[in-house]
C-alpha cells in the first residue's frame, strides 16, 4: 500500500507552493476578501491547533517538530500492513502524513506553520489555517469513517 505515498507527496507540494505564493502575495495580518465569507491573510502559528502553546517560549516548535515526524513514521508503517481493499484508510493515513510533513516543513523553514485562509461570519472568525491543516483534516474524518464503516476482525 505504499503506492498511496504519491498522495502525501501531493499534498505537500501543493502545500508549500500555496504557502510560498501567500508569502508573496499577501502582505502579513492584512487580509484581502476573496467572498463575503472568505479572507486570505498571512499569519504564523508558532503553536499547534488553534495556537496552542503558541506562546509557551520556542521549545514546543520541536516538540511539535518531532511528533509531526513521528507520527508520519507511524503512520507510513501502518499504511504497509494495509490490505489492497482498505484504499480509504490508505488515503487517510496519507492525507494525514502529507499534512503534518507540510507543517513540519514550516518548522524548520519559516518562523511558524504559515496559514493563510481565514472563513468567518458575522463576525466570528474560524483560526486561520492552511492546505496542510485540511489534508490533516480530511485525513482524520476518512480514517474515522474508515474504522466505522469497517466490519470487526476477529
Not at 90 to 103: E, H
Not at 107 to 120: E, K, M, T, W
Request: with cysteine.
Amino acid at each position: 500500500m505504499l503506492r498511496w505515498l504519491w498522495l502525501a507527496a501531493a499534498v505537500l507540494v501543493l502545500d508549500q507552493a500555496a504557502k510560498l505564493a501567500a508569502e508573496r502575495w499577501i502582505a502579513p495580518r492584512a487580509p484581502i476578501e476573496v467572498l463575503p465569507f472568505l479572507d486570505l491573510v498571512l499569519t504564523y502559528n508558532t503553536g499547534a491547533a488553534f495556537s496552542f502553546l503558541a506562546d509557551a517560549g520556542g521549545w514546543q516548535r520541536w516538540l511539535f517538530l518531532a511528533l509531526a515526524l513521528g507520527v508520519s513514521v507511524g503512520l507510513t508503517l501502518w499504511l504497509r500492513r494495509l490490505r489492497r481493499d482498505e484504499r480509504l484508510a490508505a488515503a487517510g493515513i496519507t492525507l494525514v502524513v502529507g499534512g503534518a510533513l507540510g507543517n513540519a516543513v514550516d518548522r524548520i523553514a519559516r518562523p511558524g506553520v504559515a496559514d493563510f485562509i481565514d472563513l468567518h461570519c458575522c463576525g466570528w472568525h474560524w483560526p486561520a489555517f492552511n492546505l496542510a491543516d485540511s489534508a490533516l483534516t480530511l485525513g482524520v474524518a476518512a480514517l474515522l469513517w474508515s474504522a466505522w464503516r469497517q466490519p470487526e476482525r476477529p
